[in-house]
C-alpha cells in the first residue's frame, strides 16, 4: 500500500507565474479531494472528484484555480497567475466509494514571492 | 455555514490524560473526525464517529453528543510522540470541514 503521493514537495514561484501540482491517490480510490491549508488552520475544501468526474468546486476556488482528473487515476491542480495569497500547503486526500475516512497525501508547499 | 471551535493549545505531562473539546454548528452533519497533524505532516485518522457515545481505539477515545453540537478526543498515558496538532473534522455528505486545530505539548 503505497499511500497518496503528491509532487513536487515544495514550490517557490514569482507571482504572476502559473504552477501545476499533481495527485496520485491510493490504487482504486474513487474518490478524491483537494484541500488547502494556511499556517494555524484546518484544511479548507477545494474541490471534490468522483472517478474523473468533477462534483463539486468551493468559493475559494477562484478561476484562476483548475483540477482535473482525466483518467479517474492521478489529479492535477493548476493555478494560473499565481498571487502571494495563494502561499499555502495544498493537500490531496483519496477514499475508497464505501468508506468515509480520507486519507491525506504529504501535500505540497507552495511559496508565492 | 459551518463553525467548528477546538481549543488552540493545551499542554499536559508525559502519562497524563488530555481531553481536547470541539463544538459545532454546521448546515450538514453525517460524522465527526479526529485526525493527527505533526508539523510539516500530513493530517492521519484517528477515530470516526456517526452515533452518540464513546468510541475506544487504543490510547485514544472519542465522544460525540449530536443534540449539543459536542464531541472531545480523550489521549490517555500521554507519549512525547503525541506532540502534534489534532483536527476536529466534521463530515457533510463527502466532505469534511476542519477547525483551526488543536496543539497539544507533551512535557517530559
Known amino acids: 500500500d503505497t499511500g497518496v503521493s503528491q509532487d513536487p514537495r515544495h514550490k517557490i514561484t514569482k507571482r504572476g507565474q502559473n504552477v501545476t501540482f499533481r495527485c496520485d491517490p491510493i490504487s482504486e480510490h474513487n474518490r478524491l479531494y483537494w484541500y488547502r491549508q494556511t499556517l494555524g488552520q484546518g484544511p479548507e475544501f477545494l474541490t471534490y472528484?468522483?472517478?474523473?468526474?468533477?462534483?463539486?468546486k468551493s468559493r475559494l476556488l477562484s478561476d484562476r484555480f483548475s483540477a482535473e482528473r482525466p483518467k479517474g487515476s492521478f489529479s492535477t491542480l493548476e493555478i494560473q497567475r499565481t498571487e502571494q495569497g495563494d502561499s499555502a500547503m495544498y493537500l490531496c486526500?483519496?477514499?475508497?466509494?464505501?468508506?468515509?475516512?480520507?486519507?491525506f497525501g504529504p501535500g505540497t508547499r507552495l511559496t508565492v514571492t | 455555514g459551518q463553525n467548528i471551535d477546538q481549543p488552540t493549545e493545551m499542554t499536559a505531562t508525559e502519562g497524563a490524560i488530555v481531553q481536547i473539546n470541539c463544538t459545532y454548528q454546521t448546515s450538514g452533519f453525517n460524522g465527526l473526525f479526529w485526525y493527527q497533524q505533526h508539523a510539516g505532516e500530513a493530517p492521519t485518522f484517528l477515530s470516526y464517529n456517526v452515533l452518540d457515545g464513546l468510541e475506544e481505539k487504543g490510547r485514544f477515545s472519542s465522544f460525540l453528543s449530536r443534540s449539543k453540537g459536542y464531541s472531545y478526543l480523550l489521549l490517555k498515558e500521554l507519549q512525547m510522540k503525541d506532540s502534534a496538532s489534532y483536527l476536529c473534522a466534521v463530515r457533510d455528505d463527502y466532505k469534511l470541514s476542519f477547525g483551526a486545530g488543536t496543539t497539544v505539548t507533551v512535557r517530559a
Open positions: 472528484f468522483q472517478n474523473e468526474a468533477q462534483l463539486e
Open positions: 486526500a483519496s477514499s475508497p466509494i464505501h468508506s468515509y475516512e480520507q486519507y
